[in-house]
T-cell receptor
Framework: DQQVKQNSPSLSVQEGRISILNCDYT??????FLWYKKYPAEGPTFLIS?????DKNEDGRFTVFLNKSAKHLSLHIVPSQPGDSAVYFC????????????FGQGTTLQVKP | GAVVSQHPSRVICKSGTSVKIECRSL??????MFWYRQFPKQSLMLMAT?????????EQGVEKDKFLINHASLTLSTLTVTSAHPEDSSFYIC?????????????FGPGTRLLVL
């Protein structure tokens, strides 16, 4: 039962353009969402998060949008840079105190110079 | 951001031996740490939640007698893979929980590549 889904395994964009990574979830009990960036053979690096009480959070080139009614979130990177090339995971946390995160399958982003 | 370290970064062992992996939060205290494993081109799968001073909580399908977790202090959790077999070969990643209830996040270690021959 895949509660967090990233349906696009890969995405390729040109440097300077916008990258949009999508994530869907099924559990309405999720109240906090995070995006992580991961390079091969390294641990994930936290990028940005959003609480379910918000619909947008922005940090520099990264913006996360949350559409609760559609159970959908997206990460926008603009402008995209070659160094952004990595695997991006979205993760969701269920309300409560356990702190457990459920991860999507990941989307590999390639930014071409 | 907060720093989490893992040691060793890579280990090769013979089948039947045990391997211990350490996870440390370097600049903050973590009452809760998490252990994940990742197979090639797959997502991170949560194995267990490590709670300081109490027993770990294992996810369904994870053998607690095979993957021993000890959270001895607020900055250290260890995962011991007992009697390792080739199918245990994987990338093991820990994370430590930090922040407030509304701005909480998990900070991940760099991972440990385990290869069982």
């Amino acid at each position: 039962d895949q509660q967090v889904k990233q349906n696009s395994p890969s995405l390729s964009v040109q440097e300077g353009r916008i990258s949009i990574l999508n994530c869907d979830y099924t559990n309405s009990m999720f109240d906090y969402f995070l995006w992580y960036k991961k390079y091969p053979a390294e641990g994930p690096t936290f990028l940005i998060s959003i609480s379910s009480i918000k619909d947008k959070n922005e940090d520099g080139r990264f913006t996360v949008f949350l559409n609760k009614s559609a159970k959908h979130l997206s990460l926008h990177i603009v402008p995209s840079q070659p160094g952004d090339s990595a695997v991006y995971f979205c993760a969701a946390r269920r309300s409560g105190n356990t702190g457990k995160l459920i991860f999507g399958q990941g989307t590999t982003l390639q930014v071409k110079p | 951001g907060a720093v989490v370290s893992q040691h060793p970064s890579r280990v090769i062992c013979k089948s039947g031996t045990s391997v211990k992996i350490e996870c440390r939060s370097l600049d903050f205290q973590a009452t809760t740490m998490f252990w994940y494993r990742q197979f090639p081109k797959q997502s991170l799968m949560l194995m267990a939640t490590s709670n300081e001073g109490s027993k770990a909580t294992y996810e369904q399908g994870v053998e607690k007698d095979k993957f021993l977790i000890n959270h001895a202090s607020l900055t250290l959790s260890t995962l011991t893979v007992t009697s390792a077999h080739p199918e245990d070969s994987s990338f093991y990643i820990c994370s430590a929980r930090a922040g407030s209830a509304t701005r909480e996040t998990q900070y991940f270690g760099p991972g440990t590549r385990l290869l069982v021959l």
